[in-house]
Nanobody, 126 residues
């Protein structure tokens, strides 16, 4: 069983920055897909950014809407994943979720993730 706990959310002004953290505990593996998803009010949950780690390499993926503004990273030493968010806009307002699957070949979509955190709210004011 894998447990994920997000932190770092909070109110930020448009143009500002924020860093979210996701602490993973329980079983952790060398290969996985781990990522950030978000859900705005009355909208479906959507992909934001992800890491895919295989035996050979680690790849990063970003939604077009956040490319060049958000940066995903992971610190293996403490099993924590981060999402650095710059130049935030009101359109980024959402609950941000951390999720993972141990199937490193899985598609990067909410449906493919096996474990989820409870989410952290990021409201962005004008």
């Amino acid at each position: 069983q894998v447990q994920l706990v997000e932190s770092g959310g909070g109110l930020v002004q448009a143009g500002g920055s924020l860093r979210l953290s996701c602490a993973a505990s329980g079983h952790t593996f060398a290969t996985y897909v781990m990522g950030w998803f978000r859900q705005a009010p009355e909208k479906e949950r959507e992909f934001v950014a992800a890491l895919r780690r295989t035996v050979q390499s680690t790849s990063t993926y970003y939604a077009d809407s956040v490319k060049c503004r958000f940066t995903i990273s992971r610190a293996d030493v403490d099993n924590t994943m981060y999402l650095r968010m710059d130049n935030l806009s009101p359109a980024d307002t959402a609950v941000y979720y951390c999720a993972t699957t141990l199937n490193h070949g899985a598609a990067i979509s909410p449906r493919s993730m096996d474990y989820w955190g409870e989410g952290t709210l990021v409201p962005v004011s004008k």
